[in-house]
């Protein structure tokens, strides 16, 4: 049995019952429902989770909709009020014969599309938090409409209605805008530039890539990643073996040093900087971090750049960027 001591004072023994001290021990699973209900409504998804294997008092309280009400965003209404038909066909997520911990449990597995279509929603599991996915029809990307560089195509693998099938560029810019004020507040979000590799995917084994994320108007965070799908085969050596390059805006004859550079070069691994494959088949690469504060009314810009190599590089499909709190 669960009890606790109203006060207290001087060393206790840790036993089923909590004591010590002056106070008179009670029974926690004695309080009211709804008492246990807005304790609970206080933690966190996962904690509610918890909870509910305590005992069948706290199961009922952590269950009920007053709990997980307080987990869903206040505005779901609205966001939900403007959602599209998902693909693949989803159960409609707004139906009224659900409860509020069966609403938010679907959000969290089955993504919401939102604004005509080019922008998914869902909750993280473990904090309720919002996540977003923009879709790679809303994303600007450069050379997009131009069919000998890229392409539309429908994957039915995919959440949203067309992917952009990267042919081939030599000049690779991708960026994404999400309003600050969507997001929730006081949260570390992180986002991930989310696609796949395809067979002919060539160019990007060795070329760094520039990825950025910052508030519009202020300066961004930068690193390099690689958006080499075939990452695998190279784990655990140590080094790359870089294939031959096609130079698009240079001649490489006229790059000094690089006849003798060949087709070997080392480089040391850092896992962090190679894509990761998601539960739904897809990969993802991360572009990095920002801290939401809330009440700003800002625009949060993600950036993917490879515009100094002067590769050709192609064989990537890109389904969007994601936006997803951070798990401390």
Known sequence: MFKFFLGGGGNQEKTDDVGGGGGDPMDLQALPEGCIATVVSLTTPRDAGTMSSVSRSFRSAAESDAVWDKFLPPEIHTILSSSSPSRPPLVSPSSTSKTKKELFLALCDNPVLIEQGKLSFSLDKWSGKKCYMIAARALSIVWADTPHYWRWISVPDSRFEEVAELISVCWLEIRGKIGTRMLSPSTFYKAFLVFKSTAGA???????????????????????????????????????????????????????????????????????????????????????????????????????????????????????????????
């Open 202 to 328: 060539h160019g990007f084994g060795n070329q760094p890539v520039e990825v950025t994320v910052g508030l519009i108007g202020q300066e961004p965070t930068k690193h390099v990643v690689f958006l080499d799908g075939q990452r695998g085969q190279t784990q655990g050596q140590g080094y790359h073996i870089a294939g031959p390059w096609r130079i698009g805006l240079f001649n490489r004859r006229h790059i000094p040093g690089l006849q003798s550079f060949q087709s070997f070069q080392p480089r040391e691994i850092n896992e962090a900087q190679y894509p990761k494959e998601r539960n739904d088949g897809w990969l993802e690469i991360e572009l990095g971090e920002f801290f939401c504060e809330g009440g700003e009314g800002g625009e949060l810009e993600m950036t993917c750049l490879e515009v100094r190599g002067g590769q050709w590089k192609g064989g990537l499909i890109f389904q969007g960027i994601e936006v997803r709190p951070k798990r401390m």
